[in-house]
């Protein structure tokens, strides 16, 4: 099970940061991503991490502002939002991979979080 929250309202170019908590023992051995829908868009990737933390993917318009990390010791996921554009309005869901490939994928994560919500004002 896997719940993100840290949602919230911010102004452009400010930050916020996402947690999502994993229950399971096996969360150390997956991959973790974050992935956002903004209304009457398709989900789309914003950033993976591998089991160690070693690796790490972004999609392109989040690069250099958001960075995607893993605490394993307390099954916690982050990601932290800087210089937030009102694009970056979305509500953000994590998910987990077992198959240990960081990938920006949708269809390759097997479990979903039930998503927090995001608006960035301008």
């Known amino acids: 099970q896997l719940q993100a929250s840290g949602g919230g309202l911010v102004q452009a170019g400010g930050s916020l940061r996402l947690s999502c908590a994993a229950s399971?023992?096996?969360?150390?051995?997956?991959?973790m991503g974050w992935f956002r829908q903004a209304p009457g868009k398709e989900r789309e990737f914003v950033a993976g991490i591998t089991w160690s933390g070693a690796g790490t993917l972004y999609a392109d318009s989040v690069k250099g502002r958001f960075t995607i990390s893993r605490d394993n010791a307390k099954n916690t996921v982050y990601l932290q939002m800087n210089s937030m554009k009102p694009e970056d309005t979305a509500v953000y869901y994590c998910a987990a991979d077992r198959s240990g490939f960081v990938t920006a994928t949708r269809d390759r994560y097997d479990y979903w979080g039930q998503g927090t919500l995001v608006t960035v004002s301008s």
């Open positions: 399971g023992r096996m969360f150390s051995r997956y991959v």
